[in-house]
DNA sequence: GTCTATATGGCGATAGAC
DNA sequence: GTCTATCGCCATATAGAC
């Protein structure tokens, strides 16, 4: 094994130069956007120069469009599980809000970058982030939709049960200045279980439904 | 009148140049954020020059506070009518929900400044938003939610419906790009009658509810 | 593959004339 | 109240030694 220059680990995993990289760089346009973090800051937090990741990468924005590629591999994976498990389709929305709630909740990174994405709305990005990443779940999604509420637009619901979950995560730090807030709302199994409670059952209960 | 040179207009009125400057960081605060706007850029925009502008505010950061309550002002008057409207508990969720997606649709830099502001998440600039703007409106939002469904926990309710509209407004160009996206789907009335929908029946019909 | 040194230009902010 | 001119600093990016 070559002696190698300790530049950041991953829990036990050592990683080499373009990964730190990616990795730093994930956590700093997350935190700070893309004009907002320089490739000096960058470089410090990297322990390298600035030379060394024009080495890797030939300018600032074809290093940001890695690093997005980098933060959303394998998120597909994680849904894998709720699609395939054999139960309800209301067990199924059940979990799959909780496990979409989890991820955007557990990594903070992804959903910031996801948001900032969605908020520059470049169309290209936005065709690489839909197709590329979400489209799959998006879709298997609709299917279910389809099976708790043939009735209703599945394309909507979809994007509204979508809606609920992720805009729930972003404004948790705004809600914790309004009124009636308890600490149980920080805990995402009880967030998860009203978000699903709310979707399948409404807000009026069964006999009094305008 | 004293002669006045013409900087900008909103409508037919006419602006003075700290209106003007506020006017236009706005636009380009909400557009490029922070640190991705210049004082050069804004004093170009808004036909001055630099130096005009710090004549104004002390430095950048005080005219983006400035510019922040400038853009919020002004916005609970919007949601008076639809409290004070004589109505069921059932149509006011609808109008308030139809408002609040007109809104966040039609002050496309109000919606995108907020968004960055929470994303952002400082604890001072989060506490005079929920505090000075938002507030009121959650209060009175509690309360139609105690009474559509008093058996269910009115401060989440509150929450979910307003990340339900925030969400929608904000996925719209990613959702552009999803299967089963129709026309219909860009009218804030057709949305504004499925949130409706789902938030007082949810998903199962009457019947087959888990 | 990584460094130091540097080119070139934009940044926030200020001085001082009018 | 607005300007031109300028300060000192930091930005992105590159050249060339090791």
Redesign the pocket.
Known sequence: MPP??L?GTVGAIIL???ETILNKAIILFAEKGY?G???????TAA???????????????A?YLEAIRFAFSGKERIFAQVWEAECSAEEKLARFVHALLDVMTQDHNFHCLMQREIMEANPERMNLLAQGIFKQQFYLLMQLAEELAPEQDSHLVSASIIAIVDSTVKCRPLNKFFPGRKPEHDRTDVIAAHITHLLLNGLTSRGNVQ
Chains 1, 2 share one sequence.
């Open positions: 190698e220059r530049l080499n130069s373009k004009s973090l320089s490739m000096r800051q960058l470089a322990n390298l120069s600035v030379a060394a990741i024009y080495h890797y990468f030939p300018d600032k924005n290093l």
